[in-house]
């Protein structure tokens, strides 16, 4: 333990030193001193963040912008500010971008561009200084191989970075979608992507639960800080009433996004879904509610006496019978996993950073020597 100690305070001056090298202005520097203003820009080139908690329609809602056309087609979640900036460092110096290219370009990010990578390594080593001019230059080549107008992303967790992107990238616009947290919480745990603590692993629907609550507060509240430049969509409405929710949506962002066309074209989810409950026909495929078939009395009382309260302020009504008081069990676990999933995000932003898990992104091993 002295020894990593010792070695994460080695870390932190070499990342000292790092911030006092000199760096070239980007079209990121100039944004507002807050990055949280509108931005004079026009909208229908502006790039697009399709965001939410994970298992929410982000990648539905994606795919939709892409068949619509004139968008970048790009098959993956960059993770860029979630995980690869705070794993080399914020791309500060050009040792982290070397770094940081000598496992990109190992990587399904990379793989599914289509770019050459001896060019996009030069241009990255010349003009990037942070994630998003890292995002920007590299998705700007894709869109500019594929000859289309503009480019979006649909990294669910980069809703927690939205104030940051947008201080790097000031014309980007947002739209965070949110879904049922009964949904999600099924969805979460169907993939086996709840994680409670050992004397826990009978709560797994109530962990995910508080993780789909915290996520979304903290979109909404970041949000509430990006102006006319933030858009919320709900995955039920988006479901039950495709055509006016795209019609708003193409609003927003001005860009045609016409109903039959994203059909015509059924890029990805759009024609077959992302679903975790793969065992249902094509016919019976109904997202919506599923958590009143799927989760018992029991399991859906346990589960609103949890989040109960943000489940009704979203417009979502509770249907357990028993009333919502904090229960010591509701009380223990609220305190216990709201303060690690902040803790957690905390932790990317220091020296610890350094050792965040890159298996999302799918990184092949190095070919021998």
């Known amino acids: ?27 990121a520097d100039t944004a507002t001193p807050s990055g949280t203003e509108s931005v004079p820009a026009k909208k229908n080139k502006a790039p697009v963040f399709v965001l939410g908690c994970p298992r929410s329609g982000t990648t539905v809602l994606y795919h939709m912008l892409l068949s619509a056309g004139d968008f970048a087609v790009y098959r993956a979640e960059s993770n860029v ?29 990379f793989r599914v561009s289509g770019l050459d990578a001896r060019k996009i390594s030069d241009k990255i080593m010349a003009e990037c200084r942070g994630g998003g001019d890292f995002l920007r230059v590299v998705m700007g080549e894709v869109a500019r191989k594929q000859g289309t107008g503009r480019w979006a992303d649909c990294t669910p967790d980069h809703l927690l970075y939205m104030e940051e992107i947008k201080r790097q990238i000031p014309d980007a616009l947002f739209i965070h979608i949110i879904r049922d947290g009964r949904d999600v919480a099924l969805s979460y745990v169907q993939q086996g992507r709840s994680y409670p603590l050992p004397w826990d692993r009978h709560e797994r629907l109530g962990v995910a639960g508080l993780y789909w609550e915290w996520v979304v507060r903290k979109g909404r509240k970041q949000g509430r800080c990006l102006g006319a430049d933030y858009q ?96 010591l069990r509701a009380s223990r676990l609220r305190t216990t996993y709201l303060a690690m999933f902040e803790a957690k995000h905390w932790m990317k932003a220091t020296p610890l950073g350094q050792f965040v898990c890159l298996d999302p992104i799918e990184v092949e091993p190095k070919a021998p020597d």
């Open 1 to 27: 333990m002295k020894q990593t100690r010792v070695e994460l305070l080695r870390k932190a001056k070499v990342d000292q030193k790092r911030d006092t090298e000199p760096i070239v202005k980007s079209p």
């Open 81 to 109: 500010f979630n995980l690869l900036v705070p794993r080399f460092r914020g791309m500060r110096c050009a040792a982290d971008r070397q770094e940081l290219l000598e496992t990109w370009l190992r990587s399904k990010l």
């Open 232 to 327: 919320e969509v709900r995955f039920e409405e988006l479901i039950a009433n495709p055509r006016q929710t795209l019609l708003r949506l193409g609003e927003f962002i001005e860009h045609d996004l016409d109903y039959e066309r994203i059909q015509r074209a059924g890029i990805g989810s759009v024609s077959q879904p992302n679903t975790s409950f793969a065992a249902a026909s094509k016919e019976a495929f109904n997202p919506v509610a599923r958590w009143k078939t799927k989760m018992s009395p029991e399991q859906t009382a346990a589960f609103e006496a949890l989040v109960g309260d943000f489940l009704q302020e979203l417009g979502y009504i509770p249907v357990s019978e028993t009333e919502r008081r904090m229960s």
